[in-house]
T-cell receptor, first 110, second 115 residues
Framework: QQPVQSPQAVILREGEDAVINCSSS?????VHWYRQKHGEAPVFLMI?????EQKGHDKISASFNEKKQQSSLYLTASQLSYSGTYFC???????????FGTGTRLTVIP | DAGVIQSPRHEVTEMGQEVTLRCKPI?????LFWYRQTMMRGLELLIY????????DSGMPEDRFSAKMPNASFSTLKIQPSEPRDSAVYFC?????????????FGPGTRLTVL
């Protein structure tokens, strides 16, 4: 039930944009996005509920296509502080546990 | 408010020894999750509790692993006997499903090294 993330790793220069994808083979109720910096715990970014919603704050946004069982995280005008590993966590209907993807390591360089 | 508290932060032990990891969830949260993170396998859900009751322990690797939640403010994950392949970072997370978001808040983790 582990979702698949792509790409596995990406290197950006400051100011560039990136898209991280998350797809599941199961019907989804919600998708959660987390960012983990090296040596730290994952930190919640945002949650998207079924209904095809989009969300965003600052220059990080996400979309959720429940029909395709996919979600994408968009990082625009990247900053050095965006570096870290991004995980999507997927939740099926009737459950409140998450299955996390393998992560996407994002590195932003000056 | 204090976040999720885990102890110890680091644990080094020898193969065959018993290891107990502890977690205090955020006050008012009624779901608690134990995860294991390794480079090879990523973030794996081991077990989770709702209202102190284990709901899904299918992620627990084998009988050497056990978890308890005797009350709403405390949980333990025990490994007995420990093996080198158990070396990983173990995270505890809590959430309040009643809020409608199921956002999980992670503790700082326990880095376990089994020699």
């Amino acid at each position: 039930q582990q979702p698949v993330q792509s790409p596995q790793a990406v290197i950006l220069r400051e100011g560039e944009d990136a898209v991280i994808n998350c797809s599941s083979s199961k019907a989804l109720y919600s998708v959660h996005w987390y960012r983990q910096k090296h040596g730290e715990a994952p930190v919640f970014l945002m949650i998207l509920l079924k209904g095809g919603e989009q969300k965003g704050h600052d220059k990080i946004s996400a979309s959720f296509n429940e029909k395709k069982q996919q979600s994408s995280l968009y990082l625009t005008a990247s900053q050095l502080s965006y570096s870290g590993t991004y995980f999507c966590g997927t939740e099926g209907a009737g459950a409140n546990n998450l299955f996390f993807g393998t992560g996407t390591r994002l590195t932003v360089i000056p | 408010d204090a976040g999720v508290i885990q102890s110890p932060r680091h644990e080094v032990t020898e193969m065959g020894q018993e290891v107990t990891l502890r977690c205090k969830p955020i006050s008012g949260h009624n779901s608690l999750f134990w995860y294991r993170q390794t480079m090879m396998r990523g973030l794996e859900l081991l077990i989770y509790f709702n209202n102190n009751v284990p709901i899904d322990d299918s992620g627990m690797p084998e009988d050497r692993f056990s978890a308890k939640m005797p009350n709403a403010s405390f949980s333990t994950l025990k490994i007995q006997p420990s093996e080198p392949r158990d070396s990983a970072v173990y995270f505890c997370a809590s959430s309040f499903p009643g809020s409608g978001t199921d956002t999980q808040y992670f503790g700082p983790g326990t880095r376990l090294t089994v020699l």
